[in-house]
C-alpha cells in the first residue's frame, strides 16, 4: 500500500462515507454492523486497489464491498434466508453505474442515531462518529471528555440500538419533535468541526459544513412551522458565508479582524437573512421568544452586516450573549461573551470574566481559555503573561493550522 492510495482512499471516505454506511444500513437495518463492514470495505481499498487502481466508481465498489461483508456475516450466523439470498442475487447482477446513494439515507442515520433509546451523550457521539466519520479523538475534545469514555458511549450505543431492534428509518411525523433537540445538536456539531477543525493541519473542512448544511435544510423542510431548524440553517448560512476569506491560500487561518469582507458569500449572508427572519416569525406565531439558535444566528447576522470590527455592534451582540447564556447556559458561550464585552466595553471587564471561567474549571484541557486570555492580556500590555497563555492553548490545540496562529502571535510578543 502507497501513501497516494491511502490518500486516495481517504478522499473516498470523506466525501462518500456518510452515504456508504447509511446505504449498508438500510440494507441490513442493523447501524453497528453497517458502520463495521464499511469500515472493512475501506480496508480491503487499502489492499487492492495498489494493484487494481482505483475504480471508475470508487463509492460504488466500497458500497458493494461492504454489503457482500453484511452478507458474509449473516451467513456466519446461518441467518441466510431468502431475503438476503435476494439481496446477494441483486448485488451481484448490479454494476457499478447503478448506484446511486439516495440522501435520506444519510437522514435516516441521523434520526436513527439519535434515537430516545439512547442517552444524550451517546446521541452525539454516535452520530458524530458515524454520520460525521469523526474519529474518537475529536470526538473527545468536542465534547471535552476523554477518548475511552467516547468508545464506551459508541460501543454502548450500537449495543443498545440492536438490543432494541431500532429501525433504520425515518420516525413517523409524531416523533420528529421528541427527537429534533438531539437531531438539530448534532447537526451544529458537524458544522462546528466543519468551521473551526479541532484537530488536523486544515483550519475549515468545507465538507463537513455543506453536509451539516444540507441536514439542516432537510429537517426544516420536514418541519416547516418549526422555528428552530429554520434559526440553525440561518447560523450555518451566516458562518458559512465567510470561509472564503477564513483561509489563505495555502491554508493558513485568517481571523475575523483580518479577513477581506469582499470575499465573504453576501448571496448566502442574504439568503440567512431571510431564514431567520422566517424563524422569527414561525416563533411569533407560536408566541415564543427566539431559542438558542436564533440568539446565535442574530449574533452571527450583527457580523454579517457589519462593515468592519471596528464598526460592529458589539452592544448588542452582548445582549444577545447575556440572553443565550440565560436560555443555553454553556462555557463557551460564556467565554463568547467575554470577547464581546473586551470589544464592547475593553480587556479589562473581560478578563474578569474568563478568569472566573477558568477557575470554574469548566473546560479543562481546552485551549480556548488561555487562547482568549492570552489575547486579553496582550491588549492589556502584560506581554509576558499573555506569550505564557498563548504557548499554552498551542500546546493544548490539536489543530496544526491553529497551533501555528498561536505560536506567532506568542513569538509576536517576544520581548
Given amino acids: 500500500m502507497t501513501d497516494e492510495t491511502r490518500r486516495e482512499v481517504e478522499a473516498v471516505w470523506r466525501i462518500e462515507g456518510i452515504r456508504i454506511v447509511a446505504s449498508v444500513a438500510k440494507m441490513t437495518g442493523d447501524l453497528g454492523l453497517a458502520e463495521d463492514v464499511a469500515h472493512d470495505a475501506v480496508l480491503e481499498a487499502l489492499r487492492a486497489w495498489p494493484a487494481t487502481g482505483v475504480p471508475s466508481n470508487p463509492g460504488a465498489w466500497l458500497t458493494a464491498v461492504a454489503k457482500r461483508r453484511a452478507i458474509d456475516s449473516w451467513r456466519r450466523r446461518g441467518a441466510l434466508d431468502d431475503r438476503y439470498r435476494q439481496i446477494a442475487h441483486s448485488l451481484d447482477a448490479a454494476s457499478d453505474d447503478e448506484w446511486m446513494p439516495i440522501d435520506d439515507d444519510v437522514l435516516r442515520l441521523v434520526f436513527t442515531a439519535c434515537h430516545p433509546v439512547l442517552s444524550r451523550e451517546s446521541q452525539v457521539a454516535l452520530t458524530l462518529r458515524v454520520v460525521a466519520g469523526l474519529s474518537t479523538d475529536e470526538i473527545a475534545r468536542m465534547m471535552l471528555t476523554s477518548v475511552p469514555t467516547v468508545q464506551a458511549r459508541i460501543t454502548r450505543a450500537k449495543k443498545s440500538l440492536a438490543a432494541a431492534n431500532v429501525p433504520f428509518e425515518t420516525p413517523d411525523p409524531s416523533e420528529w419533535k421528541a427527537r429534533l433537540t438531539a437531531v438539530l445538536g448534532v447537526i451544529y456539531l458537524v458544522f462546528t468541526e466543519g468551521y473551526a477543525a479541532t484537530g488536523g493541519d486544515r483550519w475549515v473542512r468545507p465538507d463537513l459544513a455543506d453536509e451539516a448544511i444540507r441536514l439542516g435544510r432537510t429537517v426544516s423542510v420536514l418541519l416547516p412551522h418549526e422555528p428552530e431548524p429554520l434559526a440553525l440553517v440561518a447560523l450555518m448560512e451566516f458562518q458559512r458565508s465567510r470561509f472564503a476569506a477564513r483561509e489563505e491560500r495555502d491554508g493558513t487561518p485568517v481571523l475575523l479582524a483580518d479577513q477581506d469582507r469582499r470575499r465573504w458569500d453576501h448571496g448566502q449572508i442574504a439568503r440567512a437573512n431571510l431564514l431567520l427572519a422566517r424563524a422569527d416569525a414561525a416563533a411569533a406565531a407560536r408566541h415564543v421568544g427566539r431559542g438558542a439558535y436564533a440568539l446565535q444566528a442574530a449574533i452571527?447576522?450583527?457580523?454579517?452586516?457589519?462593515?468592519?470590527?471596528?464598526?460592529?455592534?458589539?452592544?448588542?451582540?452582548?445582549?444577545?450573549?447575556?440572553?443565550?447564556?440565560?436560555?443555553?447556559?454553556?462555557?463557551?458561550?460564556?467565554?463568547?461573551?467575554?470577547?464581546?464585552?473586551?470589544?464592547?466595553?475593553?480587556?479589562?471587564?473581560?478578563?474578569?470574566?474568563?478568569?472566573?471561567?477558568?477557575?470554574?474549571?469548566?473546560?479543562?484541557?481546552?485551549?480556548?481559555?488561555?487562547?482568549?486570555?492570552?489575547?486579553?492580556?496582550s491588549r492589556l500590555g502584560r506581554a509576558d503573561e499573555a506569550r505564557s497563555e498563548l504557548l499554552t492553548a498551542a500546546a493544548l490545540t490539536a489543530n496544526e493550522a491553529q497551533r501555528q496562529v498561536l505560536t506567532a502571535k506568542a513569538d509576536a510578543l517576544r520581548g
Fill in 300 to 377: 452571527a447576522q450583527c457580523h454579517a452586516i457589519a462593515p468592519s470590527v471596528q464598526e460592529t455592534d458589539w452592544a448588542r451582540i452582548v445582549l444577545l450573549y447575556d440572553v443565550l447564556g440565560r436560555i443555553a447556559p454553556n462555557p463557551i458561550v460564556e467565554l463568547n461573551r467575554a470577547v464581546a464585552v473586551s470589544m464592547a466595553s475593553g480587556p479589562a471587564e473581560a478578563l474578569a470574566i474568563v478568569d472566573a471561567l477558568e477557575q470554574s474549571g469548566a473546560l479543562p484541557g481546552s485551549h480556548l481559555v488561555p487562547s482568549v486570555r492570552g489575547e486579553l492580556l
